[in-house]
């Protein structure tokens, strides 16, 4: 939706209306007084005298063209650039020398992310994973890492304030995209995420958290994605319809490979986000509607077995799914891989991005 829209809709006071045919014509009473051009209507509101419609709001292209162009000025990129060469505070900056990058461990603003090597392997595979979390319909980017104010009450803060950090002076998780260990701990991190893993839990599960099925305990998702790993356990994701919709943030992609995170079983996906997935490693499946509401039932002790040979991964291919209920029995469906081209198969057979094109420059460099 483009920003003027959003300013339409915003006066429109709804969205459920068609704009084209909008009457944006305020309605007005002060003190009983009838005010302005219009006349009374029969609920005794205020009107302008004639409709206004979106097109009367919204600019014509020769408007556009003119403010454009009285706001250009080639000139003005020459001078600015010149500038900031000629800024002195650019010769002061430090910079490290080298042909590699020194990391410092003990930043809380860069770290090296694990996804960032040429080791990391492809997530395709048979194999029998954990539910990490069981989430509902709509869950957006920003439920899945969260671009706002990191809560001074949480877990993320308590790490930050062990590594010299003020409680007080957080800033936002968008600010601390480059450290990988904050970013992990902010995954899910919405209050208004549902993790169906907790049903019927008093009290129920605190915000990014999960139930460690092996053990039961109740502990954050990086807490419990870390238990899997060192115990060899996969995991997934089971969601419902228009998983990932919202802004394209990379960031939403990145904290599921992060955490373990082998597939994503959903009802549907946005685009960008089952693109972004596939560009970390994570397999998106599809899941038949016919299965999807025992998929929002999985509880702790259920486990979910899925066939994705890396071999057999084609455009749109079936794959073999098994739920293995607590109880021993087992529900076996067929979902359709969400991976669309040859590109998105090769990229999930090497890992994601940026593994296939490390790879790709160390074999190119000899």
Not at 214 to 242: C, F, H, K, Q, T
Not at 251 to 267: E, N, Y
Request: glycine share 10%; aromatic share 6%.
């Amino acid at each position: 939706m483009s920003p003027p829209l959003v300013v339409a809709y915003a006066l429109a006071g709804r969205a459920d209306v068609d704009l084209a045919a909008f009457d944006f014509r305020p309605e007005l009473e002060i003190d009983g007084v009838r005010r302005g051009a219009g006349g009374r209507n029969g609920d005794g509101k205020i009107r302008a005298a004639r409709p206004v419609r979106l097109a009367d709001l919204l600019p014509t292209q020769a408007e556009i063209d003119a403010a454009w162009a009285a706001g250009q000025d080639r000139l003005d990129f020459a001078r600015d650039f010149s500038l900031a060469v000629e800024n002195p505070m650019w010769s002061r900056l430090e910079a490290p020398g080298g042909a590699q990058f020194p990391w410092d461990p003990e930043s809380t603003i860069l770290r090296r992310p694990p996804f960032a090597s040429a080791s990391e392997g492809s997530q395709l595979g048979r194999y029998t994973a954990h539910p990490l979390l069981v989430l509902g319909d709509d869950i957006t980017t920003d439920h899945i890492s969260p671009a706002s104010a990191i809560p001074a009450d949480s877990l993320v803060a308590d790490f930050l304030v062990e590594r010299g950090e003020d409680r007080a002076d957080l800033n936002v998780f968008a600010s601390r995209r480059g450290n990988w260990e904050v970013m992990l701990r902010g995954a899910f991190h919405n209050k208004t995420v549902g993790n169906r893993l907790g049903a019927g839990l008093e009290p129920p599960l605190p915000v990014a958290h999960t139930v460690h099925a092996p053990s039961g305990d109740v502990v954050p998702l990086w807490e419990a994605a870390e238990r899997y790993r060192n115990d060899g356990d996969s995991v997934v994701i089971v969601a419902g319809e228009r998983f990932g919709t919202g802004s394209s943030r990379d960031w939403a992609a990145k904290v599921q490979r992060l955490l373990g995170v082998r597939a994503v079983i959903a009802g549907s996906f946005e685009r960008i986000h089952r693109s972004n997935l596939i560009g970390m490693g994570v397999l998106p499946l599809i899941a038949p509607a016919d299965v999807r509401a025992q998929l929002g039932q999985l509880r702790p002790g259920d486990r979910v077995e899925v066939d994705a040979a890396a071999g057999d991964l084609a455009p749109r291919a079936d794959v073999a799914v098994v739920i293995h209920h607590a109880d021993g029995t087992r529900t076996p469906f067929t979902a359709r891989a969400a991976v669309e081209t040859e590109l998105d198969v090769e990229l999930l057979r090497a890992g994601g991005v940026i593994p296939s094109l490390l790879r790709s420059t160390i074999e190119a460099a000899g």
